[in-house]
């Protein structure tokens, strides 16, 4: 549950405060994605294709039940930085995050969350850093928006996001 929460909250941060034109465009293909939460790594593989991309970053804020009071994007050539505050529910969560981009190929993310009240006991703090790296074309057996969960489950983020599978 926790690690679910944790990976909504950067995704959602990522992808409902910002515009497609404030993230440059990733190469279409198969991504690997390593994610440190709370200094437990995992490891997802994201295909993605141009229309997947763009639905990603043009995913609303309607969809996730997250409301922000405060969204604040900058880029700066390959760095995009998010200061936002927003509420999930009955919590509050203040975000400090920074991406840079090596071309299309790669990014790295670090974010630094508060959500209150926490969702561990005492710890309201959080920081998550995200690596990400194109590794070539999609496998035949992942569609573009299919993810590969740490856990080897597959789900399509685009159909999740339909209230598909």
């Known amino acids: 549950m926790r690690w679910t929460l944790w990976t909504l ?21 198969l991504w690997e994605i390593s994610m440190t939460v709370a200094g437990s790594p995992r490891q997802t593989k994201f295909c993605i294709d141009a229309a997947t991309d763009a639905a990603m970053y043009q995913a609303g804020m309607e969809n996730s039940g997250i409301a922000c009071s405060r969204r604040d994007i900058v880029r700066s050539g390959p760095t995009v930085t998010i200061d936002a505050v927003c509420t999930m529910g009955q919590r509050t969560i203040t975000t400090h995050m920074t991406t840079v981009f090596a071309g299309d190929t790669a990014y790295r993310t670090e974010n630094k969350s508060r959500i209150e009240p926490p969702i561990v006991a005492g710890r309201p703090d959080s920081t998550t850093t995200q690596d990400a790296k194109w590794v070539g074309p999609c496998p035949a057996d992942m569609l573009p928006g299919d993810m590969l969960m740490p856990n080897g489950v597959k789900m399509n983020v685009i159909a999740a996001q339909k209230g598909g599978k």
Request: charge should be positive; charged fraction near 25%.
């Open 9 to 29: 909250c950067s995704l959602a941060c990522l992808s409902t405060t910002a515009k497609a034109d404030d993230y440059p465009a990733r190469k279409a293909g």
